[in-house]
Structure formats: structure tokens, C-alpha cells
């Protein structure tokens, strides 16, 4: 993992800001997606693939397999690539990885690599690179056979970056969809559910490519609770949802008439049963499939509980289903900061209350932010004045939104430091503008890419 750089004004000034960096770097250490891999793949004493842990492993005999395919996407894709490869060595045969530009590492040399191939595409809307990526990783994956063996790594991006248009759609469709989606407040569950629809890979389609080769896909998973199906819109799993319910996504936040008629058309089409659902649960297919969970943002969120703990702090963690609302869920974590500054509840201090989720923004204004930092913007006009108390918001990819900032640092003294530079909460909050507040405060944490991906945590310390 990259040597993380956690510093503002804020958490400088804090008397506790060594052991507050420790616990960060623990949570993100502890989601390390080549440690990850290593974890939860192994060659054992015979030279079998060894897929799992405990009871759930499941034994893959080499020897009997032609070929070894390596297929991936996602932010954490180069590390988990590299510890694939290192388990693997020369019985891997080919591969092509498609991470978010910016996010292969400094230290990746893929000259290093010659049986794989490496591509950067953009993120969260998908690109002409994502597409012609896939399309590479498509023409690899049909060429496997019965008796061979594909290994696929997909973590946090990988919808945007794993894309190949459905028939009849255009690109710049997707494009405007997806931007559509993502300022209208609407969650990844929901997002997912119609890119599984609108795209040859998603919702199971990439094991429909790779069938009918064995196939192991190893996930680091950034949504809630975990759903296979939703993560990077499940391109292994089975898709429980249907073309009505991604029609039903449209309906529920009023954007039909804003939806590109390309796309609105298929899914007409596909609700009368004129196009071939996604594949469903009991399909034969799913039988040569084995799907692996193998971080998440409860292992991060117990990493950073049990660092904390050894720093001195009482520590609870509350929840890793946050969710709602940024800037709302920003007041709900002041008012535990409240109750922990002026009751010692629901934790004596010196106090640590770690939380993991992933909230939304509803797009209103023209500003600069994401999700992270709107949390910490919302906090800051109920935490005027509480004294020995320090909020702390991270994106654990490390760029929360389309900024650079992984989230941003507030205290007491936060509000009264906004107001002697003019800066009005309530005014940026409007303009969904939290990146130009906190830069100007100097409390954004830019810690750069993090190579991996479990969703968000936030914490409160009490002093």
C-alpha cells in the first residue's frame, strides 16, 4: 500500500494526531488488496489453486486446466493483479486489467508484465477507454474452453471502467445516464441496477463470456452489506433484478424524460420480453462459479476499532450501514459528538466512535465536493463551540468524488474560522460546494490513491 500522507490544519493542531494517523492507516492496511488476494489464494504442497477460506475453499487443479486467464476492474486492480501473479507465476497465460486512471501505483511497471495487459479508463462516468478495455478483456475471455480456468479480480469502479454498450446503445447514452444518476441523489443499488440492464457485462454477463471455462472471482467489496449482485454491478453473479425494476429506478426520481430514448426504448423493450433478461439465480452457468468476498468496510472499520483501542481510546462501532443524505448524516454525527463532549455517552472518553457506509448527494448546485466532504460540511454549524472534539470523514479509495480529497477535518472551532475568512456553511452547502470550504480552511485530507476501495468510514474523537 502507497505511504499515506494524512495532515490538515485541524488534526495538526490536535494533541492526538499522531495516534488519530495511526488509526487511519490500520483501517486502510487491513483492506490492502494485494494482502487481500494473498489471504484468500494460495497454490498448497500438491500445486492445486486453493480458492477460500476454511470450509468454503475449493481446490482447482492446475494440471488440469489449458489455460490460466487473468480478467479484472476496479481501483484495487493493479495490487490485486500483482499478487494474483505472484501466486500464479508462469501458469497464468494472459490477462487484461482496467483500473482508474491514476490508480495502476507508482511502483507498477507493466513492462514487467508481458502476458498482461494494463489499461486506464475514467471514472465514475465511463469512457472510450473503459469501453475498448472491455473489449479486449472480451475477446480474451472467448477464447477460454471447458478445461480452462479464469481468475477475475473486481473492486470498488468497477462499473464505470468495466463497460461494453448493449446492443442498440451508444457510449455517450451510458454517459449521460450515469451522470444523470449520480446528481440525482439515487443509490449504487439502484444506479447498478440499470447499468446490469444497459450493458453486455454487467449482471452476470462476463461469466456468460467466460462460460464454459471455471471461473473464480475474488471481490473487494465497496456497497453496503456486501450484495454480490450489486458490486461493480455484479459481472459474475446472477442479477436478481429485472428490466420493470430498473424502469422503476427512472420512475422513482423523474428522470424519463431526461433519459436518452436509446435507452429508454430497450428498456421498454426488455419489460415486454422483446430482449433476453440478465442471467438469474439457477442458471446452469453459475454452477462453474465461485464468487469470493475478500475485504469489505467492516474489516476496515474493526481495524480501526482495534488501533484505537491500542491507543488509549474507549472505542464502539456504530454501524457500517450509514447511508441517507451527506449532509444529513453529517448533523447525525454531531449530535454523537454532542453527546459524547457533554455526557461521556454512549463512550467515557478519551473517546473513538468509528461509523462505515456510504451516504448520497442530491445535486443542486454548481460546486466542487463529494459525498465525504458534504458530510463534514454538514457537521460544522452544530459543532460550533464543543470543545476537544475532532470529526474525521474518509473516502477509503482516497478521492471522494472528482477532487482529489479523500473528506475533510472538523472541530469546535471550525465555524468561527469559516466566518473570519467569510465563508457562510450554509451558502456552500447549497452550492454543493464542500472542496472550496475545507481548501480554504485547510482541512481537506489528501492522503492521494489509496489502491483500494471499501466504501467510506467516519470518525469522532473526544478528548
Given at each position: 500500500m502507497p505511504?499515506?500522507?494524512?495532515?490538515?490544519?485541524?488534526?495538526?493542531?490536535?494533541?492526538?494526531?499522531?495516534?488519530?494517523?495511526?488509526?487511519?492507516?490500520?483501517?486502510?492496511?487491513?483492506?490492502?488488496?494485494?494482502?487481500?488476494?494473498?489471504?484468500?489464494?494460495?497454490?498448497?504442497?500438491?500445486?492445486?489453486?486453493?480458492?477460500g477460506t476454511g470450509e468454503t475453499a475449493i481446490s482447482y487443479p492446475l494440471h488440469a486446466f489449458d489455460h490460466v486467464y487473468l480478467v479484472g476492474a476496479g481501483k484495487a486492480v493493479a495490487p490485486m493483479a500483482?499478487?494474483?501473479?505472484?501466486?500464479?507465476?508462469d501458469q497464468l497465460s494472459a490477462g487484461v486489467l482496467i483500473a482508474k486512471a491514476g490508480h495502476l501505483g507508482d511502483s507498477f511497471q507493466p513492462a514487467d508484465f508481458p502476458h498482461l495487459?494494463?489499461?486506464?479508463?475514467?471514472h465514475p462516468v465511463p469512457d472510450e477507454r473503459g469501453v475498448h478495455a472491455t473489449r479486449?478483456?472480451?475477446?480474451?475471455?472467448?477464447?477460454?474452453?471447458?478445461?480452462?480456468?479464469?481468475?477475475?479480480?473486481?473492486?470498488?469502479?468497477?462499473?464505470?471502467?468495466?463497460?461494453?454498450?448493449?446492443?442498440?446503445?451508444?457510449?455517450?447514452?451510458?454517459?449521460?445516464?450515469?451522470?444523470?444518476?449520480?446528481?440525482?441523489?439515487?443509490?449504487?443499488?439502484?444506479?447498478?441496477?440499470?447499468?446490469?440492464h444497459l450493458d453486455e457485462v454487467k449482471g452476470g454477463g462476463l461469466a456468460q463470456a467466460a462460460s464454459p471455462a471455471r471461473l473464480i472471482t475474488l471481490i473487494l467489496s465497496d456497497v453496503i452489506g456486501d450484495p454480490l449482485d450489486v458490486i461493480a454491478s455484479g459481472p459474475t453473479v446472477a442479477d436478481p433484478t429485472t428490466f420493470s425494476t430498473a424502469w422503476q429506478v427512472l420512475e422513482r426520481y423523474r428522470l424519463l424524460d431526461v433519459t436518452p430514448s436509446a435507452i429508454r426504448q430497450r428498456l421498454?423493450?426488455?419489460?415486454?420480453g422483446e430482449i433476453d433478461e440478465t442471467p438469474k439465480p439457477g442458471y446452469s452457468l453459475f454452477s462453474r462459479v465461485q464468487n469470493l468476498i475478500i475485504g469489505s468496510n467492516r474489516l476496515a472499520a474493526c481495524a480501526a476499532i482495534e488501533q484505537a483501542q491500542r491507543e488509549g481510546f474507549s472505542v464502539l462501532l456504530l454501524t457500517t450501514s450509514l447511508q441517507g443524505e451527506a449532509s444529513q448524516a453529517g448533523r447525525f454525527l454531531a449530535s454523537l459528538a454532542h453527546e459524547l463532549a457533554r455526557y461521556n455517552a454512549p463512550l467515557?472518553?478519551?473517546?473513538?466512535?468509528?461509523?462505515?457506509?456510504?451516504?448520497?448527494?442530491?445535486?443542486?448546485?454548481?460546486?466542487?465536493?463529494?459525498?465525504?466532504?458534504?458530510?463534514?460540511?454538514?457537521?460544522?454549524?452544530?459543532?460550533?463551540?464543543?470543545?476537544?472534539?475532532?470529526?474525521?470523514?474518509?473516502?477509503?479509495?482516497?478521492?471522494?468524488?472528482?477532487?482529489?480529497?479523500?473528506g475533510a477535518v472538523v472541530s469546535g472551532e471550525t465555524l468561527q474560522r469559516a466566518f473570519a475568512q467569510g465563508l457562510s456553511p450554509h451558502l456552500y452547502l447549497a452550492d454543493n460546494d464542500s472542496y472550496h470550504f475545507f481548501a480554504a480552511l485547510d482541512d481537506l485530507l489528501k492522503p492521494g490513491p489509496t489502491l483500494t476501495n471499501v466504501n467510506d468510514l467516519a470518525f469522532i474523537f473526544t478528548d
Open positions: 505511504n499515506l500522507h494524512f495532515s490538515s490544519h485541524t488534526l495538526d493542531k490536535n494533541p492526538r494526531a499522531d495516534s488519530i494517523r495511526r488509526i487511519l492507516r490500520r483501517a486502510l492496511q487491513a483492506v490492502d488488496p494485494a494482502e487481500a488476494v494473498k489471504s484468500h489464494l494460495r497454490l498448497d504442497q500438491d500445486g492445486n489453486l486453493v480458492a500483482l499478487a494474483a501473479t505472484e501466486i500464479l507465476g495487459r494494463f489499461y486506464e479508463a475514467g479486449k478483456a472480451l475477446e480474451l475471455l472467448r477464447k477460454a474452453g471447458e478445461h480452462d480456468l479464469v481468475l477475475c479480480l473486481i473492486s470498488g469502479g468497477g462499473s464505470a471502467l468495466l463497460t461494453h454498450p448493449a446492443q442498440g446503445l451508444e457510449l455517450n447514452d451510458l454517459q449521460q445516464l450515469t451522470r444523470r444518476l449520480l446528481e440525482s441523489g439515487a443509490t449504487i443499488n439502484e444506479i447498478n441496477c440499470l447499468r446490469k421498454l423493450a426488455g419489460r415486454a467515557p472518553r478519551p473517546a473513538c466512535l468509528v461509523l462505515g457506509g456510504e451516504t448520497t448527494v442530491t445535486l443542486r448546485g454548481k460546486g466542487l465536493g463529494g459525498r465525504n466532504q458534504e458530510m463534514a460540511l454538514g457537521a460544522v454549524s452544530d459543532l460550533d463551540g464543543l470543545e476537544n472534539v475532532l470529526l474525521l470523514t474518509l473516502a477509503t479509495d482516497g478521492d471522494d468524488g472528482p477532487t482529489g480529497a479523500a
